[in-house]
């Protein structure tokens, strides 16, 4: 689906007038300084903490990774080793 460009304003209160500042070319002007600063747009896409089903899909999901983490023997060796790695660690 492309999107077309729609001119969206606001009105700003500027020294007493009001006046309409485009968002659009705002937001362009906003992006450009931070490409400029050798950053890069990223869309990250999240789970909808809002669907009926969440709660039960993260109770699933933890239920499977505490099954993963019993079946795995090597695990606690792996994180005594990890831990003994950090200089500022103390039991």
């Not at 020294?15 to 070319?25: I, K, T």
């Not at 906003?30 to 869309?43: D, K, S, T």
């Amino acid at each position: 689906m492309t999107r077309k460009n729609h001119i969206r304003t606001v009105t700003c209160n500027t020294h007493g007038s009001l006046s309409m500042v485009h968002v659009n070319s705002r937001v362009q002007k906003h992006r450009n300084a931070l490409r400029m600063a050798g950053l890069r747009p990223v869309q990250i896409w999240v789970p909808d903490t809002r669907c009926p089903n969440f709660a039960e899909e993260c109770r699933r999901q933890s239920h499977l990774a505490a099954q993963a983490d019993k079946a795995d023997t090597d695990m606690p060796h792996f994180m005594d080793e990890a831990l003994a790695d950090l200089d500022c660690w103390k039991e």
